[in-house]
């Protein structure tokens, strides 16, 4: 049963404000961050981070951080198993990974509204806060407040006007208050970012399975950073296989014992009928729908759940690095 608490109800934070340095770093740095910024007609700035520009790893991790809103650090290090891991923090992960990070902000046009192709995205970011459009919002009993915001979406193509418009309107801005920050998950920024979610994926798992996100106090998270791919399926199958078989997550939390134990039982993503097969595969076997994919699969491979009122610890799930060996490496 979901906790009836509001997580965020007594929250005086703002996501959009309090990220608007990192935004202005992106965007000054642009040429050293192999970025290419414009105005579209309409006003709005738009950030291509691996569209017709390069991006790269660099781009990614602070793309990531601002998905956070800025309350999440997120950086590279060494690993064994695999040369590369993303690493994330936050001492807020319900404020940066729900209300800000997690991709929840559906924005479609149809053939008839674009004058050609249609279009889909699912928008993450602090702007997601500003509109509020998603139930997870009256969940957490808050939303932000600011002349300004970001968004960003997972595209290979800039967003028909149509859809900036609807951006606009629904987060109450003018368009020289909105950034838009494009990432195909096919380029190494796109890669970079997704995986940087591994936090965000065991905190909404953590909401799936009705723990109180009030007492979710900390978090930290790693997963192994793959090369991008430049098959989009492939590239999707990348990430999620990197936070679904190389993730580790460590939250703190308050309350009982019990709902802490429970909770690193359950979250792991070995409890998913499909688990062992690449995502790409299991994908491609659910005809590209994700709603027809068991989803006790999106989640880490593995969790430690720490309760600081008591100072027990739980461990649940395992890394499943041979088998990412097995998917990504190519023998020299």
């Given at each position: 049963?979901?906790?009836?608490?509001?997580?965020?109800?007594?929250?005086?934070?703002?996501?959009?404000?309090?990220?608007?340095?990192?935004?202005?770093?992106?965007?000054?740095?642009?040429?050293?961050?192999?970025?290419?910024?414009?105005?579209?007609?309409?006003?709005?700035?738009?950030?291509?981070?691996?569209?017709?520009?390069?991006?790269?790893?660099?781009?990614?991790?602070?793309?990531?951080?601002?998905?956070?809103?800025?309350?999440?650090?997120?950086?590279?290090?060494?690993?064994?198993?695999?040369?590369?891991?993303?690493?994330?923090q936050s001492s807020a992960p319900v404020l940066a990974c729900?209300?800000?990070?997690?991709?929840?902000?559906?924005?479609?046009?149809?053939?008839?509204?674009?004058?050609?192709?249609?279009?889909?995205?699912?928008?993450?970011?602090?702007?997601?806060?500003?509109?509020?459009?998603?139930?997870?919002?009256?969940?957490?009993?808050?939303?932000?407040?600011?002349?300004?915001?970001?968004?960003?979406?997972?595209?290979?193509?800039?967003?028909?006007?149509?859809?900036?418009?609807?951006?606009?309107?629904?987060?109450?801005?003018?368009?020289?208050?909105?950034?838009?920050?494009?990432?195909?998950?096919?380029?190494?920024?796109?890669?970079?970012?997704?995986?940087?979610?591994?936090?965000?994926?065991?905190?909404?798992?953590?909401?799936?399975?009705?723990?109180?996100?009030?007492?979710?106090?900390?978090?930290?998270?790693?997963?192994?950073?793959?090369?991008?791919?430049?098959?989009?399926?492939?590239?999707?199958?990348?990430?999620?296989?990197?936070?679904?078989?190389?993730?580790?997550?460590?939250?703190?939390?308050?309350?009982?014992?019990?709902?802490?134990?429970?909770?690193?039982?359950?979250?792991?993503?070995?409890?998913?009928?499909?688990?062992?097969?690449?995502?790409?595969?299991?994908?491609?076997?659910?005809?590209?729908?994700?709603?027809?994919?068991?989803?006790?699969?999106?989640?880490?491979?593995?969790?430690?759940?720490?309760?600081?009122?008591?100072?027990?610890?739980?461990?649940?799930?395992?890394?499943?690095?041979?088998?990412?060996?097995?998917?990504?490496?190519?023998?020299?």
């Open positions: 049963m979901t906790d009836p608490r509001p997580a965020l109800a007594d929250c005086r934070l703002g996501l959009n404000d309090h990220v608007a340095p990192w935004v202005e770093r992106l965007c000054a740095e642009a040429e050293a961050l192999r970025l290419r910024v414009e105005r579209d007609a309409s006003g709005a700035r738009i950030v291509d981070a691996g569209i017709e520009a390069a991006g790269g790893i660099a781009a990614g991790l602070l793309v990531a951080e601002i998905c956070m809103g800025g309350f999440g650090r997120v950086g590279l290090r060494g690993g064994e198993g695999w040369p590369t891991w993303i690493e994330v729900l209300a800000s990070q997690y991709a929840g902000w559906s924005l479609a046009a149809s053939k008839e509204e674009t004058g050609g192709k249609k279009f889909f995205a699912l928008g993450s970011g602090p702007a997601r806060a500003l509109a509020a459009k998603e139930t997870l919002f009256g969940e957490l009993g808050w939303r932000d407040r600011a002349g300004r915001g970001v968004l960003v979406l997972e595209v290979d193509r800039v967003p028909p006007p149509v859809v900036v418009a609807k951006v606009l309107r629904d987060c109450g801005l003018a368009p020289e208050g909105l950034t838009l920050v494009l990432t195909p998950t096919r380029s190494a920024a796109g890669t970079t970012q997704v995986v940087a979610r591994v936090l965000e994926v065991a905190l909404h798992k953590a909401h799936e399975l009705g723990f109180a996100l009030a007492d979710i106090v900390d978090g930290s998270a790693s997963a192994p950073l793959p090369a991008p791919c430049p098959d989009g399926v492939e590239a999707m199958g990348r990430t999620n296989d990197a936070i679904l078989y190389g993730g580790r997550v460590h939250l703190s939390v308050r309350g009982s014992d019990d709902a802490a134990r429970d909770l690193a039982r359950r979250l792991p993503s070995r409890n998913a009928s499909a688990f062992g097969k690449s995502f790409a595969e299991i994908f491609r076997a659910a005809e590209f729908d994700f709603y027809k994919i068991d989803p006790a699969l999106f989640a880490p491979a593995e969790v430690w759940v720490s309760n600081i009122e008591t100072g027990s610890t739980w461990h649940g799930g395992a890394l499943e690095l041979d088998l990412l060996r097995r998917l990504w490496q190519q023998e020299a």
